[in-house]
């Protein structure tokens, strides 16, 4: 049996940020695996079709739709996510926000680097940090959480 390794799920809408992301972790920390998802609203349903949770979500603040704070507060109101860690990053050094994101429940806040040199920099700590040196709660994908992402309908069961 080949265990996968551990995976960061990244929650931004800036395609260029993705893309830079991928680009920095490649290069500093090619042995994390990363899933990227354009908004909130995607970011429960990748957790919800899950085979494996997230070891760390980085996720923005700023996002149309459903915000980085409003996700962050669903991840916590739900039983089986309540444990995921995430890392804001945003390009935001908004004091409020950075409360707001605490008080929410997240581990970290990050603001956004400015050179890919820099990002580079923080994907290869980040990843040694969370999935290295940090030992984390068993987190548990076997029950359903009973959260519906707005615009899907509930599945109905026998």
Request: aromatic content about 6%.
């Amino acid at each position: 049996m080949t265990l996968l390794s551990p995976l960061i799920l990244v929650v931004d809408d800036d395609d260029d940020d993705r893309l830079m992301l991928g680009q920095a972790f490649e290069e500093k920390a090619s042995e994390c695996r990363l899933a990227f998802v354009s908004d909130g609203t995607k970011c429960l349903e990748f957790l919800l079709e899950a085979t494996q949770f997230p070891a760390l979500i980085l996720m923005d603040l700023n996002m149309p739709g459903m915000n980085g704070i409003e996700v962050l507060s669903k991840l916590r109101a739900t039983p089986q996510w309540k444990k995921l860690p995430v890392v804001i990053l945003s390009t935001s050094n908004s004091q409020e926000q950075i409360n707001m994101a605490y008080q929410e429940g997240a581990n970290s806040y990050i603001t956004k680097p400015n050179t890919f040199e820099d990002l580079a920099h923080m994907a290869g700590i980040l990843c040694s940090y969370w999935l290295n040196l940090v030992k984390q709660p068993t987190l548990k994908n076997s029950l359903v959480p009973q959260i519906i992402p707005p615009g899907s309908r509930p599945m109905k069961t026998s």
